[in-house]
């Protein structure tokens, strides 16, 4: 073996790291290797600059519980969370598109009746959610189920008001039709949490912390793929720089603001003027399904 320089020792370490039996574990771990040891060939940190990346790994570590996990929101800024999604889901094009699962889905939504209120007074205008699930036939899914979340009108989700009852959120099913309806209000722009060390980065960036206005989905359905998803306001000025990268064209939806006296989905006069979003979501069969589930998520 060659003594180390600095010539030589990328080849020392990868050749040390041939010896892990497990075939998949040394792939990733060689791989890392070498693209660790060329990106600190081409920054050529000092070592004042090393300690710092240790120091701020290791308050994301120590920022990171069951919950508020900081690492997560790191893959998230840097795209890896959505190339990760991307990668698990190449669905054909005419499947609703999967996007990150985010840190705010709860376990334990209430099921709720068809066109049922998930917001129950949260702050925020008056929405409705109502369309259907196909599949790759445009034939409804009946009995699907729809887990429903998203923050209030004041960008606030259930887990950052500390309530012990279910906020925004709860579970729907698909009529014989296929078809749902939900009552809530209008989805507002919200920024990732800036005081961590994510923040502590981001603020010296320039770059937006902001989340454009989308409602999370996660729909199930007998002989179908599982659907993570977000849909996402057309006309939010945050939805060309969304801070996790998580937008893919398919979700930007239109949200139509109907005066009041308009008839809702669920067949009543609005007695104000309302939000209205249609969308029809088609699942993927699971015998064409080609990728695992999901891998990560973000806020
Ligand atoms: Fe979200």
Redesign the pocket.
């Known amino acids: 073996m060659p003594y180390v320089t600095e010539m030589t020792i990328t080849d020392i370490v990868l050749e040390r790291w041939m010896a892990v039996p497990d075939p998949r574990l040394r792939q990733i771990m060689r791989s890392m290797i070498a693209h660790l040891h060329a990106f600190v060939r081409e920054i050529e940190p000092t070592e004042e600059e090393w300690m710092t990346a240790i120091e701020w790994l290791t308050r994301t570590g120590k920022q990171s519980n069951d919950k508020r996990q900081e690492f997560i929101l790191a893959s998230d800024v840097v795209g890896v969370s959505m190339l990760v999604d991307c990668i698990n889901h190449r669905l054909p094009g005419e499947v609703t598109p999967t996007t990150v699962t985010?840190p705010?889905h709860v376990h334990d939504s209430p099921e709720l009746a068809d066109g049922a209120d998930i917001a129950r007074g949260a702050p925020g205008e008056p929405c409705y959610i109502t369309g259907s699930v196909r599949n790759l036939s445009g034939a409804p899914i009946a009995g699907a189920t729809l887990d429903i979340w998203?923050?209030d009108g004041e960008g606030l989700?259930d887990a950052q008001r500390g309530s012990d009852d279910p906020w925004m959120r709860g579970i729907f099913k698909s009529g014989d039709d296929g078809r749902f309806v939900v009552q809530t209000v209008l989805p507002v722009p919200y920024s990732i949490p800036m005081d961590g060390s994510v923040g502590e980065v981001m603020s010296r960036t320039g770059i937006s912390p902001m989340?454009p206005s989308?409602i999370?989905f996660l729909i199930e359905a007998h002989g179908h793929r599982r659907l993570i998803t977000?849909l996402f306001k057309r006309s939010c000025p945050y939805i060309e720089t969304d801070v996790v990268y998580g937008v893919k064209a398919p979700l930007i939806a239109e949200f139509k603001l109907m005066p009041a006296g308009s008839t809702t989905p669920k067949g009543k006069i609005a007695e104000r003027p309302c939000w209205l979003l249609e969308y029809d979501f088609v699942l993927q069969p699971v015998e064409n399904a080609s990728a695992a589930a999901p891998a990560s998520a973000a806020?």
């Open positions: 985010g705010f998203q923050a989700y989340r989308h999370h977000h806020a």
